[in-house]
């Protein structure tokens, strides 16, 4: 009941936002107002935009004059794109005035303000590694609605969509709020996102910035700007593959052969003939059914996307509110009785406003439900088990022979129908039939739910001392999820007796019942707390300046299930000092507190320094046609944190009961103590030691250039000491501090922005180059190759593969047959013996890498890397008159992926597994020199499928992620249906794709298929 208690609460806040919005921009009395707006040298300036209160607009004409009505004693904004914007009073406005734009410094204009979580800064002034993203006028041509996506290909120095670096996970910091989950968001809420990658740049977020920092702000109402926008989105996703099992007779055919291969008696095999043929002619599906569980599913589903934004406000307050809804269909929905997909709404609310004169706040509140309804029966899993010819999952009633047989026909008096067929199922199965259970079982639908708020309070303290304000900052986040479900009874139906093609016999199991009162489990909760304040001074005198920042930390955050809170509490400090606006020196630091560890050793400092030299201003650059801009930066420094510890009171000794033992004749009895875990009371935080040297350019007024050379070590990592502690101390080894891993490379990011008439030209590309290494380890290996230390770290390590054993690798008899030893084994010819059981010709053959003559765990080798240490992305955006067309491209190199994880054994079918459409490469003796797949096997082969170079492959790609092609409508035409901006935009998402093994990494099994996306959809602002 709170939870609805809280919506109904956020409900009326953001109607009471609303309404209080309206009330403080309804005017009565309304004054024209006419203007001329020259720049500096007193020049007319044409294209200035004027923005007056309840949404009035105006711009200037070629001569700079503007005329606007406006109401009495309110205020106006004045902008121009590279100018600083302005507020006017309408008394300062009375008469005929003239008014002055002064020219924006480079990169200190609004659209080069960086909002970095905590602080704000002008890009030219940050010295740390930062790159970021504006989405104004960007998701116009780009309409991607998920965060991630957006992410992806665009930033660089981030792989994927969260990892910086290739360091791991970063952190998200969205609205000033440490770790939310940037999954809640839709795009169009998103203002700007940057990317935090050093030491010096993270180092006020302390503990939790140890991966690098990943920032969103959404959106705020803008002061005079009234807007409505609505964004519709209509589309289809289809499959880009599917599993290709095989038919019932090529799998009973190829069964054979496995038994075969074993030695099984042909006259026992498990099919015969008469089987294989009837099944594969089709002309009895009944008796010999075929069925594959993807034909239920649907060759296409359908998405939809609603979101509607309402901003505005005046110079006391301004507001924000978006609500959005998303639906995505189900791939299986055979159910009649729900509507499987998924159905997501949600509300944000942002405000702010006007104390008084030094007092500022904003409040910000969201409200998120989630649904996923399904079946209680997931096919797409299920039919990674299910074999074709078990049984007919529906029997057609127009099949039974209810005349003949009276028991069959009263059988089928009390059945229910589906759509013309019974449930079918076979006797070993029951009611346990997945197309049953979907079909009639009921549903289950799993329920999130998300309440977040936040309030700001900014203090304007110059009446204390010039440059010296304050902020505090709070924030509750509470995040569930439960599963509602139907859980009906239902019968299902094994054919027991056919005949002439009629059914005969049936036997059922179960009843039919449906479930009347809906149940409902929960899956636990997150909930969170923080806060934080600092105090902020600046200080010019002179040349100099400086830019000071003190703050203080805390988060709290509670899951379900969890004995220990998780607490997160620092203090940090900033202070930047400038020369002349083109020399820079930060220091960053932060004390990192931590409940991880023990007494003493829970407090830890992270000093950072950066130097930025902003070369472009010195007189022999200063005015440089091709050089605009260009700044040099380095910074360095050590970040303390206990993210990578897994666990809290890992630094006690730990004791629990062990086994009983006796004494005295068993008269008298007492247990054991077993120690878990030993004591070490110096156990410290872990350390990332940075170094970042790069620079930042911008030349001929059209080209962005960025690009940093890194070496981050992650140091100090808790583990354990193998090479220290004898192996018999077991558990009774303590945690230390040891491990490093160490990450170097390169980013490189470039825009290119051009227009030729009415041509438009934008370029983007970005590379990522990192390079991993687990630099120090703990080891006690026999053998140097089977070292982890000085490898990368996503390291495959397996067995070299030789190929395929064949007729002349074994001992042969007289007679050309192959000789068994006394356990039954084929005997080897002078090969090292496989240590995983008996094999023979077909089987894969491992490389001996020790010597011992024989093959077991210590022949494995490093293979190669599961991380590509090149990502990259190239977008281009074609701006001809009102069409655009924008393209993203994004790949990797140099990983490799592994067939025997993540696919649930298609590629590796192993015993009574099912068969797909990779056997069919299966080694034979006449295919010895072709074949891709070793031997097939009646039972489990423990030799074959484990991991070598002969599962591995290039993974490898480049894509077309995204690509839209939009029309804006003309002024006029909007003017005529009463619209500010009216667009019409169609995108399609995984469009194509170049890579060596396409067919591998498109393919989902067991779980929904990776999909292309085509929408159709539209963009209105009022």
């Keep these: 009941m709170k939870i609805f208690k809280i919506y109904r609460l956020y409900a009326l806040l953001c109607f009471t936002m609303l309404c209080f919005c309206v009330m403080a921009t309804a005017q009565s009395k309304v004054t024209e107002i006419s203007a001329t707006v020259v720049d500096e040298q007193g020049n007319p300036l044409s294209g200035v935009k004027i923005y007056g209160p309840s949404g009035s607009r105006a711009s200037t004409n070629v001569n700079g004059v503007f005329n606007i009505s406006l109401p009495n004693d309110e205020t106006v904004i004045i902008e121009k794109k590279g100018y600083e914007s302005q507020f006017f009073s309408l008394s300062t406005l009375a008469g005929n005035i003239t008014i002055s734009l002064v020219k924006s410094n480079f990169l200190a204009s609004e659209d080069d303000e960086i909002k970095m979580g905590i602080l704000t800064r002008d890009r030219r002034d940050i010295v740390g590694s930062a790159s970021s993203v504006n989405t104004k006028d960007r998701l116009t041509y780009d309409n991607t609605q998920f965060v991630r996506d957006y992410i992806t290909g665009l930033i660089p120095g981030v792989r994927g969509s969260s990892s910086i670096r290739g360091i791991g996970n970063a952190l998200f910091v969205i609205d000033g709020v440490f770790g939310r989950d ?60 599917l599993p290709n099992y095989l038919d019932g007779a090529t799998y009973m055919e190829l069964f054979n052969e496995a038994q075969l291969n074993d030695g099984t008696d042909p006259s026992l095999l498990r099919f015969s003939s008469d089987q294989i043929q009837n099944t594969r002619s089709g002309l009895d599906p009944i008796s010999f059914p075929d069925t594959d569980l993807l034909d239920f599913m649907q060759p296409f589903i359908s998405t939809h996307n609603v979101i509607a934004e309402f901003s505005g406000g005046n110079d006391k307050s301004q507001y924000y509110v978006n609500t959005g809804w998303l639906y995505n269909e189900d791939w299986i929905n055979i159910n009649e009785d729900i509507n499987a997909g998924t159905n997501r709404f949600n509300v944000r609310g942002n405000i702010d406003f006007k104390v008084n004169d030094w007092i500022t706040s904003s409040i910000d509140a969201v409200v998120i439900i989630s649904t996923d309804k399904s079946a209680r029966s997931n096919l797409l899993s299920a039919n990674t088990t299910f074999l074709p010819f078990e049984y007919s999952p529906l029997i057609p009633v127009s099949a039974l022979d209810i005349e003949n047989n009276p028991d069959l026909a009263t059988l089928f008096a009390g059945a229910t129908v589906f759509d013309g067929n019974l449930l079918g199922t076979a006797q070993q199965v029951g009611v346990n039939a997945p197309v049953a259970r979907a079909i009639a079982g009921g549903y289950q639908d799993q329920v999130f739910r998300i309440t977040q708020f936040n309030n700001a309070i900014n203090f304007d303290l110059s009446g204390i001392t010039k440059g010296l304000s304050a902020k505090t900052y709070i924030s509750f986040d509470f995040a569930e999820s439960y599963t509602t479900s139907i859980q009906n009874q239902y019968r299902t139906y094994a054919i027991t007796g056919i005949q002439d093609g009629k059914i005969t016999g049936l036997q059922d199991f179960g009843q039919d019942r449906r479930d009347l009162r809906e149940s409902n489990s929960s899956n636990g909760f997150v909930s969170r707390i923080g806060t934080y304040a600092l105090v902020n001074y600046q200080k010019s005198f002179g040349n100099h300046s400086i830019n000071t920042t003190a703050l203080g930390y805390y988060n709290s955050e509670r899951r379900a299930g969890s004995i220990q809170t998780d607490r997160d509490t620092h203090l940090g400090f900033q202070m930047t000092y400038d020369f002349k606006k083109k020399l820079f020196v930060d220091f960053s630091s932060a004390y990192a507190h931590s409940i991880k560890l023990p007494e003493g050793n829970r407090g830890g400092f992270s000093p950072t320094v950066g130097l930025g030299y902003i070369i472009s201003e010195e007189p022999f650059l200063k005015d440089n046609d091709f050089i605009n801009y260009l700044k040099l930066k380095a910074s360095g420094g050590v970040i303390k944190t206990d993210r990578g510890i897994d666990g809290y009171y890992l630094y006690q000794e730990n004791y629990n009961d062990g086994a009983s033992f006796t004494w005295a004749d068993g008269l008298f009895s007492n247990r054991r103590q077993n120690i878990t875990q030993s004591e070490n009371l110096d156990l410290g935080f872990e350390e990332r030691i940075d170094l970042n040297i790069g620079f930042e350019s911008y030349l001929m007024n059209s080209l962005w250039l960025e690009a940093n050379y890194f070496r981050t070590e992650l140091d100090k990592q808790v583990g354990f000491l193998f090479d220290i502690y004898p192996s018999y101390f077991n558990t009774f080894r303590p945690r230390n501090n040891f491990s490093a891993n160490l990450y170097t490379g390169f980013e490189l990011g470039l825009n290119f922005n051009k227009t030729f008439n009415d041509l438009s030209i934008g370029i983007g590309a970005n590379v990522l180059y990192s390079q991993t290494e687990a630099s120090k380890r703990s080891e006690i290996n026999e053998f140097a190759y089977q070292n982890r230390q000085g490898l990368e770290l996503s390291t495959i390590f397996g067995y070299e593969d030789l190929g395929f054993y064949s007729q002349s690798d074994f001992v042969v008899d007289g007679n050309g047959d192959l000789v068994r030893d006394f356990e039954g084994n084929f005997i080897l010819n002078n090969l090292p013996i496989p240590n995983f059981g008996g094999v023979q010709p077909g089987d894969l053959k491992y490389a001996d890498q020790n010597g011992d003559n024989v093959i077991d765990q210590d022949d494995q080798i490093a293979l190669g890397q599961g991380s590509s240490p090149w990502t990259y992305g190239i977008n281009l955006n074609l701006k001809y008159k009102r069409f655009n067309l924008f393209v993203l491209g994004t790949g990797q190199t140099g990983a490799l992926g592994n067939k025997l994880t993540g696919f649930s054994n298609y590629f590796s079918p192993n015993g009574n597994d099912k068969y797909s459409e990779v056997v069919l490469g299966r080694w034979t003796p006449q295919t010895a020199s072709s074949a891709t797949f070793p031997r097939l096997s009646a039972g489990e082969n423990q030799n074959n499928f484990r991991t070598s170079t002969f599962w591995l492959y290039d993974n490898s790609f480049f894509e077309i992620s995204r690509a839209q092609l939009t029309y804006e409508f003309t002024d006029a035409l909007c003017d005529k249906i009463g619209v500010k901006d009216f667009s019409l935009n169609l995108q399609g998402t995984n469009l194509f794709e170049v890579a060596k093994n396409k067919d591998i990494r498109q393919l989902n099994v067991g779980t929904n298929p990776q999909a292309r996306t085509y929408t159709l959809g539209i963009r209105a602002s009022f």
């Design 182 to 241: 940037p999954n809640v968001l839709n795009m169009e809420e998103v203002e700007q996102i940057t990317v935090l990658k050093d030491a010096n740049a993270v180092a006020l977020y302390g503990s939790q910035g140890q991966n690098g920092v990943i920032i969103i702000n959404t959106k705020r109402g803008k002061i005079n700007k009234k807007e409505v926008n609505v964004n519709v989105r209509s589309g289809i996703r289809t499959p880009l593959a």
